[in-house]
C-alpha cells in the first residue's frame, strides 16, 4: 500500500506495523526516514482488521485489542491508524468497555536512512542509533538527520530501544490520540504540488450507467496530482514523475505522453512539462541537436532496448499542437515554438534524404513505433509552422506522404490470414515480423485542425486487419493488451514488454480503435481494462500479468511495475474522454463530439473538463448521442 505526494512517499503492508521489512517505511526524495513504526497497545500489537487506501497520499489501518479484564472473545478497543505520505501518522484509540481502562501505549522506531536504490538492492545496513530529541527520537549519519516528535509528548523517551512511551485512561465510550511527524532536519511540513494552488489539474467527474467509471476518473486524478513535482530552478513549471516507487523522477517520454493523455483536465501541466524538457534539449552542433535526452528502454525479446529520448523528441511537438487544441493561449505556444522547431529540424536532419527515421544507435533497427510518432510529429507539426508563420510545414507533409506509402508497402507482411504490419526492419532489410503492443502506436494519429483525425501511416484495409489482430485472443487477454501475442516466440505473462498488460498501450489501442471507427475491438479492451482496474482498486499499475481473464481470476500483478505510474493514471482519462469523443479547436473555437456509438459502457456524463480555458461538461447516451452541457459562451459546437 502505497500513500504519495511527491517527493514523499510512504510503504506499507496491510498489516499496518511498520517492521522495516522490505521497502516499508517512510520516504522523501529517495531516502527513507523512518524504517520501523511498531504499535503496541497493553503491551500487544492490535490484531488487523482493515486496510485500505482514502486518498492517494492516505492509509487507514484499523485494528482491535481485547483487554485481559474483558470476558468473552469480543475486543474492547479499536485502533485507528492514519498513515500520510507527508510524514504524519494519527494513531487514535476508542474505547468501547464498560469500566475506565488504563492503557499504556509504546511506540517503537528506528531507520537506516538508506536511499531507496540501496534498499531495493537489498544492501540497506543496519538500524542507526536514536537519540532524544525534543519531544522524540532524533538519528543522524553522513546522508542526513531526521527526527520524529509525538504530540502530546511521551511519558518516556527510550532511546536505547527506540522506544516512546504514554500511559492513557479512557473513560467508556472515550478516546484519545497521538500523532507522529517524522521530518528531515531543518524541513517544514511537506506541500505536494497536487494540494495547492499550484495543482494543474480541473477537479473533473464522472457518472454513469457503470459505477467504475466515477471511481477510476478520481483515483486517476488523485494519482496524477500524488506523481507532480517542480522543476527546481523554475518552481511554476510542474511535470510528473514516473511512476512510485522505482521511478519518483522525471521520465520525458512517460511525462509527455501521460501530459498528452490528461489534456481533457486543462493545458497547465502540459505547460509545464514542455518547458521543463525544453530546458533539456541538446543545442549544440552534431547529430543530437534539437533532441530531448533520454534513458533506453527494454523492447522485449525480439528487438535491441530503444531510444526514450526518440520518442520523447517527436512527442514535444505533438503536445504542444494538441495542447493548442485544447486551449493552450497563443502567446505560451510561441514561447515554446523555437523548441518544438529544433525537434522537427531533429527528424529531418534524421530522416535525411531517406524514408525512414532510424535507431539512434548504430546498427540499431528501423522500428514501427517510431515511425508512427515521426508520422504524426511531421503533421501535427506542419500544422504548428504554419499557424505562426514558419518555414517548413510543405516539406514535412511531403515527407509524411512518402513515409505513408513506403510504409504500407515496406512494413506490411502478407500472410493467408490477411497479414500484419512488421514490428521492425533489421539494418540488413529483414523483417522482424512478431506481433506487439508496439503495433497500438499505429493506430495512434494525433488530432489536426477542426476535429479532424491525421491520416495513419496504414491504408483503412490494413488498419481493419491490424484491429482483428489486436481484437483476437493472442492479443486481448480479457484484462488488456497483451505487450506481445501470446503466440509469438519469447512470450512470458511478466516480461515487461514480452506479455505483460501495459495499461499505456492498451489506453493508445482504445482511443486509436475508436477514432478507426472499429468499436467492437475497442469495446472488448475498454472493459478488460476497467475490470482490472477494479481489482487494482481503481488505482492502475503501469503493468500487470498478461494471463488469460477467466470466470474467477484476477490479474496477477507485476512485482517491478509501479503503482501509481504517470501514463497508467492518466490512461483513465484518455480511456473515459474518448467514450465521448471530444475534438477541440480552440483557436477555431470549435469543438467536435464523436462519442463510440455502441456506448460500451452505457450512459456516461463528464464534467469539470476544460477546453479553451473554461469548464466544459458533456453526456453520452445509451444511444451513443452526445450533448454538451457546459462549455465556453464562444465554443461552437462543430459538424
Known amino acids: 500500500m502505497i500513500g504519495v505526494a511527491l517527493p514523499a512517499l510512504v510503504i506499507s503492508t496491510e498489516q499496518g506495523q511498520l517492521t522495516g521489512l522490505g521497502l516499508e517505511g517512510f520516504y522523501r526524495a529517495g531516502r527513507r526516514l523512518l524504517s520501523r513504526c511498531r504499535l503496541r497497545v497493553a503491551g500487544r500489537e492490535p490484531v488487523p482488521s482493515q486496510a485500505r487506501m482514502t486518498g492517494a497520499d492516505r492509509a487507514l489501518f484499523v485494528g482491535t485489542l481485547r483487554t485481559t479484564s474483558a470476558p468473552g472473545p469480543d475486543p474492547d ?240 511537438p505533438v503536445l504542444l499542437a494538441e495542447a493548442r487544441r485544447w486551449g493552450l493561449g497563443e502567446h505560451e505556444t510561441q514561447e515554446l515554438m523555437p523548441a518544438a522547431e529544433r525537434c522537427l529540424n531533429w527528424l529531418r536532419t534524421t530522416a535525411g534524404d531517406g524514408t525512414y527515421v532510424p535507431d539512434p544507435h548504430p546498427d540499431g533497427p528501423v522500428r514501427c513505433e517510431t515511425q508512427a510518432h515521426a508520422h504524426r510529429a511531421a503533421l501535427l507539426g506542419a500544422e504548428l509552422l504554419d499557424a505562426f508563420g514558419r518555414p517548413g510545414g510543405d516539406g514535412l507533409r511531403q515527407w509524411a506522404r512518402r513515409l505513408r506509402t513506403a510504409f504500407r508497402r515496406d512494413f506490411w507482411i502478407d500472410n493467408p490470414a490477411g497479414g500484419r504490419p512488421a514490428a521492425a526492419q533489421a539494418p540488413d532489410g529483414r523483417l522482424v515480423p512478431h506481433l506487439s503492443a508496439a503495433a497500438a502506436h499505429l493506430l495512434d494519429t494525433g488530432l489536426l485542425g477542426g476535429g479532424i483525425a491525421a491520416p495513419g501511416l496504414l491504408d483503412a484495409v490494413q488498419t481493419g486487419q491490424l484491429a482483428r489482430l489486436l481484437g483476437n485472443p493472442a492479443m486481448d487477454s480479457g484484462w488488456g493488451l497483451r505487450g506481445l501475442a501470446s503466440k509469438e516466440t519469447g512470450y512470458n505473462p511478466f516480461g515487461h514488454r514480452a506479455g505483460a498488460v501495459r495499461v499505456q498501450e492498451t489506453a493508445v489501442a482504445v482511443a486509436g480503435l475508436a477514432t478507426a471507427g472499429h468499436e467492437k475491438e475497442a469495446g472488448s479492451l475498454l472493459r478488460g481494462l476497467l475490470a482490472a482496474a477494479g481489482t487494482f482498486g481503481h488505482r492502475l499499475p503501469e503493468m500487470y500479468a498478461g494471463e488469460q481473464h477467466t470466470g474467477a481470476s484476477a490479474p496477477l500483478p507485476h512485482p517491478a511495475a509501479c503503482r501509481p505510474a504517470a501514463t497508467a493514471a492518466a490512461a483513465g482519462v484518455l480511456l473515459l474522454t474518448t467514450l465521448v469523443g471530444i475534438r477541440p479547436d480552440a483557436p477555431a473555437r470549435t469543438v467536435t463530439l464523436r462519442p463510440v456509438r455502441s456506448a460500451p459502457l452505457g450512459e456516461l456524463g463528464l464534467t469539470g473538463l476544460r477546453v479553451a480555458g473554461a469548464p466544459f461538461s458533456v453526456r453520452v447516451g445509451r444511444l451513443g448521442l452526445a450533448m454538451v452541457e457546459e462549455a465556453a459562451d464562444e465554443l461552437q459546437l462543430g459538424a
Do not use: K
Open 77 to 316: 478497543v479499536v485502533v485507528e491508524r492514519t498513515r500520510d505520505a507527508d510524514g504524519t501518522e494519527r494513531i487514535t484509540l476508542r474505547s468501547w468497555a464498560h469500566r475506565p481502562l488504563r492503557l499504556p501505549v509504546e511506540v517503537a522506531l528506528g531507520t537506516d536512512l538508506a536511499d531507496l536504490g540501496s534498499i531495493a538492492a537489498g544492501s540497506a545496513g543496519p538500524d542507526l542509533p536514536a537519540s532524544v530529541h525534543a519531544s522524540g527520537l532524533r538519528w543522524s549519519c553522513a546522508a542526513g538527520s531526521v527526527s520524529v516528535t509525538a504530540v502530546p509528548p511521551p511519558a518516556d523517551a527510550l532511546a536505547a530501544a527506540g522506544l516512546l512511551r504514554w500511559e492513557f485512561v479512557l473513560p467508556p465510550g472515550g478516546s484519545t490520540s497521538v500523532e507522529l511527524r517524522v521530518r528531515p532536519d531543518g524541513a517544514g511540513p511537506l506541500r505536494a504540488v497536487g494540494r495547492t494552488a499550484a495543482d494543474p489539474l480541473a477537479s473533473a467527474h464522472a457518472a454513469g450507467d457503470d459505477p467504475a467509471v466515477t471511481a477510476l476518473l478520481r483515483t486517476s486524478i488523485e494519482d496524477l496530482r500524488a506523481l507532480m513535482l517542480r522543476d527546481p530552478a523554475h518552481p511554476a513549471d510542474v511535470h510528473l514523475a514516473a511512476g512510485v516507487p522505482w521511478r519518483c523522477g522525471p521520465a520525458p517520454a512517460e511525462a509527455l505522453a501521460a501530459a498528452r493523455m490528461a489534456l481533457p483536465l486543462g493545458t497547465r501541466l502540459a505547460a509545464g512539462t514542455l518547458r521543463a524538457l525544453a530546458r533539456t534539449q541538446h543545442r549544440g552542433p552534431g547529430p543530437r541537436a534539437g533532441m530531448i535526452p533520454g534513458p533506453r528502454r527494454d523492447a522485449g525479446p525480439h528487438l535491441p532496448p530503444g531510444c526514450t529520448g526518440t520518442e520523447a523528441t517527436l512527442l514535444f
